[in-house]
């Protein structure tokens, strides 16, 4: 197995573990939120009835990009690169970065 193989291989491993722990990730509703550039960036949200989600962004470009993320989420699994500024609620994702994040239940 070459370096790149081993991590990516280690990636999906965490992403099915992360899957396989909470189901909303793939049996919540979906929805998709606006973002200034839809053709680079897609961003949906899985919200729970108890007031906790799940947020996912993939920034498909080869530019980087920012996104508003709304309150109270933290990331949870996200490519090299990626920032979440909590005061001013801005996901910076690299070209070709993506991230999930999470906010618990109050």
């Given at each position: 197995?070459?370096?790149?193989?081993?991590?990516?291989r280690d990636l999906v491993r965490k992403l099915a573990d992360l899957r396989h722990r909470h189901p909303a990730l793939f049996d919540?509703?979906?929805?998709?939120?606006?973002?200034?550039?839809?053709?680079?960036?897609y961003v949906f949200r899985r919200p729970l009835p108890d007031g906790s989600a799940w947020l996912t962004?993939?920034?498909i470009s080869a530019q980087p990009r920012a996104v508003?993320?709304?309150?109270?989420?933290?990331?949870?699994?996200?490519?090299?690169?990626v920032r979440l500024?909590?005061?001013?609620?801005q996901l910076q994702l690299p070209p070709h970065g993506w991230a999930i994040t999470?906010?618990?239940s109050k």
């Open positions: 197995l070459t370096p790149a193989g081993a991590r990516r919540a509703p979906t929805e998709f939120l606006p973002v200034p550039c839809p053709d680079d960036v962004a993939v920034n508003a993320v709304p309150d109270a989420f933290s990331i949870v699994l996200a490519a090299d690169g500024d909590p005061a001013g609620g999470n906010k618990e």
